[in-house]
């Protein structure tokens, strides 16, 4: 597709319950970012891959989040043990790579996870 | 450090009047700045950005943001506001050495028929 994709788009878990999102990028874009919406916020960085390589974790809020993209294209974040402050909207974001356009980053529709 | 302020969280105006939904950013260098809009269980959509061109930038459906270096600003208006603008409008500045976004906590508009 044109466009960054997410599956699933809603994700019920029990506490505790591991959790994995998937994102599909822009073909073609080297940059793929995470980031963390809570209800009535703005987007929070997690972390940030350039190809396969994970150039920034810093903003992962636990040891509990891991992230990966092994061949450099599709990307998933995972969540190990939910708790119930998990609950949010994961957005994942890729651009160009190249210093043009600004970097502009193309958002995908996001998933909506909810821990119970 | 870079970061962005946006002014009001709530925002209503009437269909057909003046849309002014402000940002004012925080950077020690020339910023990149970027207006997403959010529907309703959607992701963002880019808007329009600054990246150091024109100050006047023109984005889709109409809106439009001024650079102003000397406020710190980058507002985003729209002339005449429409029904299907009501949506969650963020700011956001890139970092450049890190190549991150910081985004603004977002601004509400309602429109009014």
């Known amino acids: 597709g044109a466009g960054v994709s997410q599956s699933p788009r809603y994700k019920v878990a029990k506490r505790g319950q591991d959790v994995a999102l998937r994102c599909d990028p822009i073909?073609?874009?080297?940059?793929l970012f995470w980031y963390q919406q809570a209800l009535g916020q703005g987007p929070e960085f997690l972390t940030y891959f350039q190809n396969e390589a994970q150039l920034d974790k810093s903003g992962l809020p636990s040891d509990r989040f891991f992230a990966e993209r092994p061949e450099g294209s599709v990307s998933t974040l995972k969540i190990q043990r939910t708790q119930q402050e998990d609950s949010a909207v994961y957005l994942c974001a890729s651009s160009h790579g190249s210093g043009r356009d600004g970097e502009t980053q193309y958002f995908g529709p996001g998933t909506r996870l909810l821990v119970l | 450090a870079q970061s962005v302020t946006q002014l009001g969280s709530h925002v209503s105006v009437s269909e057909g009047a003046l849309v002014l939904l402000r940002c004012n950013y925080s950077s020690s260098v020339p910023p990149y700045l970027f207006w997403y809009v959010q529907y309703p269980n959607q992701g963002l959509q880019l808007l329009l950005k600054y990246t150091s061109a024109a100050t006047l930038v023109k984005g889709i459906n109409g809106f439009e943001a001024e650079f102003k270096k000397s406020e710190t600003s980058f507002h985003l208006t729209k002339p005449s506001a429409h029904m299907s603008d009501a949506a969650e409008y963020f700011c956001a500045v890139r970092n450049m050495t890190r190549n991150q976004f910081y985004f603004g906590t977002g601004t509400s508009l309602t429109v009014i028929p």
């Open positions: 073909s073609g874009h080297v940059s």
